[in-house]
């Protein structure tokens, strides 16, 4: 099955094909370094998940005008036949360095440099900031779930329907599954992304049945091996009964409920109700799962107080971000022809150059970054690594289960207060000398020039 | 060109398959009334604007299983036979009657109405509700900088690269556009739906060049059809007057330059300045176009303050809907073999039966809607108008222009303070006896069941 991702090149801004006329009527193509980075992090967010780098470079080695494209091109009669034979030729064929896809970061840090002449890096902006954003904001709020359920609850994607779109949700998928979410309600992730599928049934399955209890044999007999009850379609309580009686009928075929799942109430409250009376029928094993409205907080709140909760569905505010639904991000010329580059808008005055980030670490916890020039060297760890060399991978894409992995770690690494999601200064991020010297450096050469 | 929309009917979440193979081994495929609608308003919405009928519409009409996402189910080993057989053979042949899109509506009212065997109607939820809150997000948001613009300046989507994932920025295109922009800057919305395209030049292309001289110059004499010159990427006022230059310059050569743009600093103080430059320029015509960070209370605040602003650039405000970046709406059983359903989860009691919205004008304002049963009859004009009987269209699509034209001319029927965005008691929507004894009656027949 073919990864369903919209791949039209025309997915770009006008602006993009007016500069490349530009461009090319001048001859300007020499090489330009861009890096796309976060200007400062929400209050909302104490740290950022580095996410989106395979679904880009994805995107870059498929990049090609098809022939309607051109045809499109060559009618709307405001573009050179010089940029449209530069069009009909396009390939992606510049260096990418990136952080590594679940890598934590932070305001003003590179996550991904692009090194091509400036057409080509300049061409490819909307659509890698349109899907770095997404999967940026997407792994960092499901990393704060991760963190607030803590190994006491697993987490399961159910945020398809309120996604802005069907690319948003199925990225969603992928990106909180980094971010250590299990699994996903979005069918399409199984086949294209190897995500477990999760889900079981609706209040409609409920509610067009004669009466609940039948739904629910009905339902485990058609699903013996997906066998979550959905309880709360009229009355909790009732419903916790009837999956005792439910489970009870089904143990003698062989059939064994796995969970039951609450949409809606007073959860605290309900989930130890309906603990008990499922512990009371004799189904200490069947599992209570919560949907509805969830996110970090409210799980944090839940587990906190004891909720006896083995699993969440997290939907809406998952896959929108509810709380930050878009991030300051930018993605900026740093050098062209080897010079240094800066812009000087008020409040958006970015740091010139290639750039790479040194982490320190004690203990195992994250204690301290440097931002320092590319060619530049410093204690810790460089972050930022070679990822496609002249459009070509340096390595084979990895397996998401590994990135999902080296994700998780990650973010167990953190300082406890971010951990904990807990208001906190900022992580320090210090600027090397080197790179204050060329930002000051560059600064005078564009206020004399 | 093809409407590039992800299409894959495995765009779906679990549970509709797991439900759909309980419907199909109890035979329970007797008629359904699902309907969508949207229970609460968000209390920054005071109205919302129905959107993305016609992309449901073209969804539906093309959902089929291919060989490949057969072969996925086959091999799950989860799915039955007779539920994989049934998908192969998917086609939607229901009954659709819906809101025309541009339609202004409030909570509870149905939106779309889909009446088909139970388990089609209930295959089609996950994507319906995808696809119609995010175009309503929109086309709510888009009409609230209309209303704030009142005719005094244009608008253009700005939003693509901000957008959750590339469908996302197709779809704001679309549903700005019906609520009153004027175009945008995606480019691929000009040749799938006929949206001007709008756009000019980043900062990027200033910083390029040696000089914001060269780069004004080199950009119109590459794009005489397309003269905004983006002023603010190191001094706006500076930025101002090399625009004058470059415009007499380019005069000479019968060069026009059409606008200016900024994207930073104090809107309110430079646009004035800077029209004050390009009048004592000579230079009147040329327009002043603002972007960054805007959306209806900017629009509206910069406009009633003086600021002599032709346009503006909405994007990621518009296309995130940032403040209210999700809807609770939901698509919830009305009926099942003729006999009403309702819900009684804890906030989230559904109106059972199908319904129909009868609107009252007074000199042509929007004066208040009775939600009734769809049987019955009332003063005003019904809303709901049906659009597909057994899968097919009743009329051909609508042209965007004219849905665009109907939608703007709905807008300016609001009442007063709904059209100034101010805070207001909400508009009145009652409930016909009719439907509140259905609800009634109905609610007696689940208690006693």
Same mark, same amino acid.
């Given at each position: 099955?073919?990864?369903?991702?919209? /791949?039209?090149?025309?997915?770009?801004? #006008?602006?993009?094909?007016?500069?490349?006329?530009?461009?090319?009527?001048?001859?300007?193509?020499?090489?330009?370094?861009?890096?796309?980075?976060?200007?400062?992090?929400?209050?909302?967010?104490?740290?950022?998940?580095?996410?989106?780098?395979?679904?880009?470079?994805?995107?870059?080695?498929?990049?090609? !005008?098809?022939?309607?494209?051109?045809?499109?091109?060559?009618?709307?009669?405001?573009?050179?036949?010089?940029?449209?034979?530069?069009?009909?030729?396009?390939?992606?064929?510049?260096?990418?360095?990136?952080?590594?896809?679940?890598?934590?970061?932070?305001?003003?840090?590179?996550?991904?440099?692009?090194?091509?002449?400036?057409?080509?890096?300049?061409?490819?902006?909307?659509? #890698?900031?349109?899907? %770095?954003?997404?999967?940026?904001?997407?792994?960092?709020?499901? &990393?704060?779930?991760?963190?607030?359920?803590?190994?006491?609850?697993?987490?399961?994607?159910?945020?398809?329907?309120?996604?802005?779109?069907?690319?948003?949700?199925? +990225? &969603?998928?992928? *990106? /909180?599954?980094?971010?250590?979410?299990?699994?996903?309600?979005?069918?399409?992730?199984?086949?294209?992304?190897?995500?477990?599928?999760?889900?079981?049934?609706?209040?409609?399955?409920?509610?067009?049945?004669?009466?609940?209890?039948?739904?629910?044999?009905?339902?485990? @007999? /058609?699903?013996?091996?997906?066998?979550?009850?959905?309880?709360?379609?009229?009355?909790? +309580?009732?419903?916790?009964?009837?999956?005792?009686?439910?489970?009870?009928?089904?143990?003698?075929?062989?059939?064994?409920?796995?969970?039951?799942?609450?949409?809606?109430?007073?959860?605290?409250?309900?989930?130890?109700?309906? @603990?008990?009376?499922?512990?009371?029928?004799? !189904?200490?094993?069947?599992?209570?799962?919560?949907?509805?409205?969830?996110?970090?907080?409210?799980?944090?709140?839940?587990?906190?107080?004891?909720?006896?909760?083995?699993?969440?569905?997290?939907?809406?505010? %998952?896959?929108?971000?509810?709380?930050?639904?878009?991030?300051?991000?930018?993605?900026? +010329?740093?050098?062209?022809?080897?010079?240094?580059?800066?812009?000087?808008?008020?409040?958006?005055?970015? +740091?010139?150059? *290639?750039?790479?980030?040194?982490?320190?670490?004690?203990?195992?916890?994250?204690?301290?970054?440097? #931002?320092?020039?590319?060619?530049?060297? =410093?204690?810790?760890?460089?972050?930022?690594?070679?990822?496609?060399?002249?459009?070509?991978?340096?390595?084979?894409?990895?397996?998401?289960?590994?990135?999902?992995?080296?994700?998780?770690?990650? %973010?167990? =690494?953190?300082?406890?207060?971010?951990?904990?999601? *807990?208001?906190?200064?900022?992580?320090?991020? =210090?600027? =090397?000398?080197?790179?204050?010297? #060329?930002?000051?450096?560059?600064? &005078?050469?564009? &206020?004399?020039?």
């Amino acid at each position: 099955m073919k990864l369903d991702i919209i /791949s039209s090149p025309l997915l770009t801004d #006008l602006y993009q094909l007016t500069m490349l006329q530009g461009y090319l009527d001048k001859g300007m193509t020499g090489k330009a370094v861009f890096e796309f980075f976060v200007r400062n992090l929400p209050p909302e967010r104490g740290f950022l998940v580095a996410c989106g780098l395979e679904t880009l470079l994805a995107c870059l080695e498929s990049m090609r !005008f098809q022939d309607d494209e051109i045809d499109y091109l060559v009618g709307a009669g405001r573009f050179s036949g010089r940029l449209i034979d530069y069009l009909r030729g396009f390939r992606f064929s510049g260096d990418v360095y990136a952080l590594p896809e679940g890598t934590v970061f932070f305001a003003q840090e590179p996550v991904v440099r692009i090194v091509a002449p400036l057409p080509m890096a300049q061409f490819i902006e909307t659509r #890698l900031i349109n899907i %770095l954003q997404y999967e940026i904001l997407i792994a960092s709020k499901a &990393a704060r779930c991760f963190l607030a359920a803590d190994d006491r609850a697993i987490l399961v994607d159910f945020g398809l329907r309120r996604a802005h779109g069907a690319e948003a949700g199925l +990225l &969603a998928a992928r *990106a /909180s599954y980094i971010a250590g979410f299990r699994g996903t309600s979005t069918v399409i992730a199984e086949p294209l992304l190897g995500i477990p599928g999760n889900g079981t049934m609706a209040h409609s399955f409920i509610q067009a049945h004669h009466s609940e209890l039948d739904a629910f044999i009905n339902f485990c @007999r /058609s699903n013996p091996g997906n066998t979550t009850l959905l309880i709360d379609t009229y009355d909790t +309580l009732t419903g916790a009964a009837r999956a005792v009686t439910a489970a009870s009928l089904l143990t003698r075929e062989g059939i064994r409920v796995n969970a039951v799942r609450l949409d809606s109430g007073d959860i605290l409250t309900l989930s130890k109700a309906v @603990r008990n009376i499922l512990d009371r029928g004799g !189904f200490p094993k069947i599992k209570i799962f919560v949907s509805g409205n969830m996110d970090e907080f409210s799980i944090r709140d839940l587990l906190g107080r004891g909720a006896p909760i083995d699993g969440f569905g997290v939907g809406t505010k %998952l896959d929108t971000s509810a709380d930050v639904p878009y991030l300051e991000c930018a993605y900026k +010329l740093m050098s062209y022809e080897g010079k240094p580059r800066l812009k000087k808008s008020p409040g958006k005055v970015t +740091l010139p150059g *290639a750039k790479q980030i040194y982490r320190r670490m004690e203990n195992g916890i994250m204690a301290g970054d440097l #931002l320092t020039i590319a060619a530049d060297s =410093a204690p810790g760890t460089p972050l930022l690594k070679q990822v496609m060399a002249a459009g070509g991978r340096i390595e084979d894409p990895l397996d998401l289960n590994a990135i999902a992995a080296s994700a998780q770690h990650q %973010l167990k =690494a953190l300082p406890a207060h971010f951990r904990r999601l *807990a208001a906190a200064p900022p992580y320090p991020v =210090a600027i =090397a000398p080197a790179l204050a010297d #060329l930002a000051r450096e560059t600064e &005078a050469a564009v &206020a004399s020039g």
